[in-house]
């Protein structure tokens, strides 16, 4: 018999450089889905990657709001989110939208 496990992105997250690559695709597919949740599940497994109280501390939040911030469906303000993103070693960019 076959043994399948779930899989998990925390487990391939190590560096910064993997966990910005990471979050530049799900912003894309978000974009792409018009999804919000799509980015925000990947900025949670990220901080999962790099230990949610590590990140909670040093974005200058509770553990707790942390995870109520990155819950399903939450919507979090942009200055946590930029906390969160600053805590992970990461920034965003722009660039203009692909046209279809």
């Known amino acids: 018999m076959t043994k399948v496990t779930t899989f998990d992105p925390t487990r391939y997250l190590e560096s910064e450089e993997e966990i910005a690559a990471y979050l530049e695709v799900a912003a894309e597919e978000a974009a792409e889905l018009n999804d919000s949740n799509i980015l925000l599940r990947a900025i949670e497994n990220a ?31 942009f200055e946590t989110i930029a906390k969160v993103l600053q805590a992970l070693g990461v920034q965003m960019t722009f660039t203009p939208a692909r046209k279809a």
């Open 47 to 77: 901080a999962k990657a790099k230990g949610m109280m590590t990140v909670a501390k040093e974005a200058g939040v509770s553990r707790e709001s942390l995870y109520k911030s990155l819950a399903k469906d939450a919507k979090p303000r």
